[in-house]
């Protein structure tokens, strides 16, 4: 009998070519395929007469061959088979390009049936390569509601629909169920074989929903099961705890007083810290909330027991900045604070190195440099990663590993809303700062049209007068095939050369080296270029005081989340900032969409609208935060779902210890795989 990991090169029709691109679609084995799931469905289940068929509408007809078939050669390449074909209710005229072998598969006086889309007008109908089975033959492409697969080069839907249908025979009875019996029995779902048959081949729509169901609630199960042993196992290691010796000279070395929101999330880290178990805590807040002041606190109180720290920032400019900041505050509290970045001169990096090695140093800021086997901590007993969303839970993992448990604290400034900040983060605490510190300004925002485009280039050099500076972000690095699409490249050229041939223009993206990046964001951070044109690689590691403006072209393109994000570059010293918007996209709902962040400059607020209006793609996409993909369910739609799944997890693990018990040993192995980069903390 097959196995589930046996190769897709031995099924009928693919063989070792074929498997060699079904391996870029992620399908090795016969389980891949199988959890190969439809993007879409096509529904070819309704019959309909050839006189109710609709002009770009497809749709499936069964009708008779009434003229034989013709086949012409119109020029090399090209070939042509017409025939005739017509029900009780009309005839209708097919033709069929390129197909030639059509003029011997079509028997005249045969009937067959047929899949496709209407095209011409009154002058006369027709249809064009139709999909074309045997009325006898059970409908693979015709006569049911059709899967439609994410396809790659040299393979299409049909070889993919067959080869799932052969898969799923093969291993019929060996497909292992992963949730436990109880809880499919409480919330009513379907048995794991009936879910992959359904899902794949989809009797009705009653039946497909049923399926789905099933396997979102599989999907999110699974997941829960990882985020609760990740959250346990912070739980059951144990660290002495650090005793609270005040922070009294922290609070007086501040030049301004702490917000309440600040000061609540300090006390979360306080009541953490004094627990004999490592400290995971995600400490969420909009751009400019004090985020960094929190964890500044969490810093004095490690070093007042005798305990290093380090802060891990996605770039150099931005661990720079820190380190600016903290070394200026900490100094004077007898706190000695090193930076690391992959950049710096490999004198003073073995100057940092040491100090670390010997705990003359407290605290560490620094890039990925942090990771690197030869940075080592005297006693690491605090972790700090700003940005979450740049660093995944094995990078986190990988510098928590410098210490002996050392407590963990995640600065996000990518607004969630709480109730999925608090499901998604199931390993770490969430404290939200949902307070902005008094003197903190609101960003101006507007959006404007191609006709405004004379007015805001003079207001950008009304800034730059005034010696101010500005931000351009555009959708795309090159040249775009959609010439509506602003590229970065073009836009700073024509700029320099047309518009503002006596600024300063600058020109930023994500294709350029790591340290051709860090030389161009130094720079404007110095204040030597002007205008700096950018792609969204400025959404983060940016905090230029001296920027007042950001325009953002194509502002459609980008998700509300993430424009928030670019607006947050401005505003950020004590001048005021504007953030304009250009869209030339004048469809209702992305007026709406658009305006909506032009009415609010609270990101939590526009979070909420983005994840009701997008989904989670623009708050989670490219695979940010470290979260696994989910193949079925999706965290904008489905929170139902994930919440009941969540529920589901924790009665299950509220039972006796499963991991050793050999019925849920395909349940721990789903779980292993969804956190791959994780694995080794389910030995």
Same mark, same amino acid.
């Given at each position: 009998?097959?196995?589930? @990991? ?110 496709? &889309? ?57 497909? =292992? ?25 989809? =009797? ?15 999907? %999110?199960?699974?997941? $829960? ?15 002495? *705890? ?12 501040? *030049? ?49 027991? /005798? ?69 080592? %901590? ?16 094995? !990078?986190?993992?990988?510098?928590? !590993? ?9 600065? $996000?400034?990518?607004?969630? =809303? ?27 925002? @507007? ?14 050099? +009304? !800034? ?21 699409? +602003? ?12 518009? @503002? ?8 993206? /994500?294709?350029? $080296? ?105 708050? @989670?996409? $490219? ?32 039972? *006796? ?7 849920? !040993? ?10 791959? &980069? ?6």
């Amino acid at each position: 009998m097959p196995s589930l @990991f046996d190769s897709v090169r031995y099924l009928k029709g693919v063989g070792e070519a074929r498997a060699k691109q079904l391996h870029n679609l992620g399908v090795d084995t016969l389980y891949d395929l199988i959890a190969y799931f439809p993007r879409a469905y096509e529904d070819r289940s309704r019959m309909v007469p050839i006189a109710e068929l609709e002009a770009n509408i497809p749709a499936c007809f069964e009708a008779m061959v009434v003229s034989h078939p013709h086949l012409a050669h119109i020029r090399k390449g090209l070939d042509l088979v017409k025939v005739r074909v017509a029900d009780e209710s009309a005839t209708l005229n097919l033709v069929f390009f390129n197909q030639s072998y059509m003029k011997d598969t079509l028997v005249y006086g045969q009937s067959y049936v047929f899949y496709g &889309s209407l095209s011409g007008d009154y002058m006369g109908y027709q249809m064009t390569n139709p999909v074309v089975e045997k009325p006898d033959e059970p409908g693979v492409a015709t006569r049911r509601i059709m899967p439609v697969y994410s396809l790659t080069a040299g393979i299409s839907n049909k070889l993919i629909s067959r080869s799932v249908t052969q898969a799923l025979e093969a291993c019929r009875g060996s497909i =292992p169920e992963v949730l436990p019996a109880a809880q499919r029995e409480r919330y009513g779902l379907c048995g794991a074989q009936e879910a992959y048959d359904a899902i794949h081949n989809p =009797p009705d729509y009653e039946t497909l929903e049923t399926a789905r169901r099933r396997l979102i609630f599989e999907e %999110f199960f699974i997941f $829960s099961i990882g985020l609760a042993i990740l959250r346990r196992r912070n739980v059951e290691v144990s660290r002495e *705890p650090m005793r609270d010796l005040g922070l009294e000279a922290f609070y007086a070395a501040l *030049p301004f007083e702490l917000t309440g929101a600040q000061k609540r999330a300090i006390d979360e880290i306080r009541a953490d810290v004094a627990k004999p178990a490592p400290m995971a805590r995600l400490i969420q807040g909009d751009v400019g909330s004090g985020k960094t002041m929190v964890a500044a606190a969490a810093i004095y109180l490690a070093a007042r027991n /005798g305990l290093q720290s380090a802060m891990m920032a996605p770039t150099e400019i931005l661990a720079e900045q820190h380190y600016a900041s903290l070394s200026a505050l900490f100094e004077p509290l007898g706190i000695k604070t090193v930076l690391l970045t992959g950049s710096m001169k490999a004198a003073r990096r073995r100057e940092a190195l040491e100090a670390l090695a010997l705990g003359q140093a407290q605290l560490a800021v620094g890039t990925h440099a942090l990771l690197t086997d030869t940075t080592q %901590f005297r006693a690491l007993g605090l972790v700090i990663v700003d940005e979450q969303h740049r660093f995944g839970v094995a !990078q986190r993992a990988r510098l928590a !590993q410098k210490g002996v448990h050392p407590h963990l604290l995640v600065m $996000s400034a990518t607004p969630i =809303p709480r109730t999925l900040a608090l499901i998604v983060y199931g390993d770490l605490d969430v404290s939200i700062i949902d307070e902005l510190p008094p003197g903190r300004q609101s960003v101006d925002t @507007f959006l404007v049209g191609e006709n405004m485009r004379e007015r805001i280039n003079a207001f950008i050099r +009304k !800034q730059v007068h005034e010696g101010h500076q500005c931000y351009i972000i555009c959708p795309a690095v090159e040249e775009s095939e959609l010439e509506s699409l +602003k590229s970065a490249q073009t836009w700073a050229e024509t700029l320099q050369k047309t518009v @503002f041939p006596d600024l300063r223009i600058a020109l930023l993206h /994500g294709k350029m $080296s790591g340290a051709e990046k860090e030389k161009v964001m130094g720079a404007f951070a110095r204040g030597e270029s002007d205008v700096l044109v950018a792609t969204t690689v400025v959404e983060v590691g940016m905090d230029v005081p001296n920027a007042t403006l950001i325009v953002i072209e194509n502002a459609d393109r980008f998700g509300l989340s993430q424009l928030h994000q670019l607006r947050g570059r401005v505003g950020r010293g004590k001048d005021k900032s504007y953030c304009v918007l250009f869209s030339s996209n004048r469809s209702p709902e992305t007026q709406a969409r658009l305006k909506a962040l032009c009415a609010s400059n609270d990101g939590f607020k526009i979070a909420e609208e983005d994840l009701a209006m997008r989904g989670p793609g623009d708050l @989670f996409g $490219s695979r940010q935060h470290g979260l696994p993909a989910f193949k079925v369910g999706s965290l904008a739609f489905d929170l139902p779902t994930l919440k009941t799944a969540q529920q589901a997890a924790e009665e299950f693990l509220a039972g *006796p210890e499963f991991a050793s018990m050999p019925e849920y !040993q395909p349940l721990l192995q789903r779980v292993r795989a969804l956190f791959a &980069s994780e694995s080794d903390i389910f030995n």
